[in-house]
């Protein structure tokens, strides 16, 4: 099967900053992604879990993008300026699609 080279960008961030970021991610021409809850994990302030949370604050989400590595500049600066006050880690990876007219 044929398979096209992506960049994947991975962004573990506060729940209270999802739709900035998904603004911003729209706002650069992101056409698609997806939000996953992040339910536990240990990081440099140690251990959280969101088990008995109430409310947004202290929650954690991932938000996975998968797009041309071309627009992986301009997407991460603006997404770095974003995230980088506040608790959160991007990550970027090479990745292969099957189906590249999805992204």
Known sequence: MHTFAKKQIQIICERPILKRVQR??????VTGFT??????????EGEWDR???IG??????KV????DAEELDHVLTDIFDVVSP?????????????RPDRF
């Open 64 to 67: 996975l993008v998968v797009l």
């Open 86 to 98: 506040q608790m959160g880690v991007i990550t970027i990876s090479d990745v292969s699609v099957v």
């Open 35 to 44: 939000v996953f809850p992040a339910l536990s994990g240990s990081g440099s």
């Open 51 to 53: 088990e008995g949370m």
């Open 24 to 29: 911003h991610l729209a706002a650069n021409g």
């Open 56 to 61: 947004d604050a202290g929650q954690m989400v």
